[in-house]
């Protein structure tokens, strides 16, 4: 990767070596990524991509690190994170919010100038990237209720591309193959500050109530037709199950949480199980929401 941190160098933009992907995902698994760059800016991050795309380079963007696993062989290649795109403009009632921004910051700045319909990101680790790539939901409430556009580098150009024209689907942004989201616009509307602030503090509650503490990825698999991936678990009695330290979270089962020193591995080992088992149970198959970054 010589050739690769060189490049980098040269052009000011920041750069790790043989960083552990650990210190990359929520979940905190994963071997050494061999080179991590953060371009501070749309133009740094464009320039980056060309010059891996030209030099034959491999590499992935990450964001916040959630929904995402890193094998533990690491990653040979390049990870770009995106989380200095961090400008948040407001005109009115339209935000315009960098890809890096984290969605509480984005929820809270909402709440903050009496904005409603961004109180279901309260909470939601991650960032606005991620968000929409995903198109990220809580409570009957989510991205694409709110999402008016969006800026991809798509091939070598900055495309905005409106919400109308994206296929969103649960849990699916609908972005192009291949898009690297820069930012979006989100069409909020006034609300009452203390309104706003009380479903924020509700939705806190429930989350704290529902979800795991420890360490996870997020939601492991996707729903099962128009019921949530948890049902089908339920009935397979997995709950609590462990291998090393991955465990089925006593609190949602559809969570995986490390209760300390959990490998990537494990995650999956025990996943696979999850998925086997569902299907010889229910018949259903379930498909993941995670994604796992390998070489």
Excluded at 17 to 42: H, I, W, Y
Excluded at 212 to 225: D, L, M, N, T
């Amino acid at each position: 990767m010589v050739r690769v941190t060189e490049w980098l160098g040269k052009r000011g933009i920041s750069y790790a070596e043989n960083v552990s992907g650990s210190r990359l995902t929520t979940f905190g698994s994963g071997g050494a990524v061999s080179v991590v760059a953060r371009p501070k800016n749309e133009k740094a991050l464009s320039d980056t991509i060309d010059f891996l795309v030209d030099s034959g380079g491999s590499y992935r963007v990450l964001g916040g690190g959630s929904n995402v696993l890193l094998s533990d062989d690491g990653y040979d290649g390049v990870i770009i994170r995106t989380d200095r795109l961090g400008d948040l403009g407001i005109k009115g009632t339209v935000l315009t919010v960098g890809a890096g921004v984290r969605l509480p910051v984005f929820s809270r700045k909402c709440a903050a100038i009496g904005l409603s319909g961004a109180e279901f990101a309260e909470g939601i680790p991650g960032t606005v990237g991620g968000a929409v790539y995903m198109n990220a939901s809580a409570f009957g409430s989510g991205i694409s209720d709110v999402l008016g556009s969006v800026r991809v580098l798509l091939g070598g150009r900055i495309e905005t591309i409106p919400a109308s024209a994206l296929s969103m689907q649960y849990h699916r942004g609908g972005l192009p193959a291949g898009a690297v989201l820069l930012s979006a616009t989100f069409h909020l509307a006034r609300g009452d500050r203390e309104g706003i602030a009380e479903r924020m503090r509700a939705f806190r509650a429930r989350r704290a109530s529902t979800q795991p503490k420890e360490p996870s990825a997020g939601s492991v698999f996707a729903r099962g037709g128009d019921l949530p991936a948890a049902v089908f678990i339920e009935k397979t009695g997995l709950k609590g199950t462990r291998i090393g330290g991955a465990e089925i979270s006593r609190k949602h089962c559809n969570f995986i949480v490390d209760m300390g020193g959990a490998t990537t591995t494990e995650y999956y080992t025990l996943a696979e199980r999850v998925r086997r088992e569902v299907k010889e149970v229910t018949g259903v198959s379930l498909e993941y929401e995670v994604e796992f970054i390998q070489c």
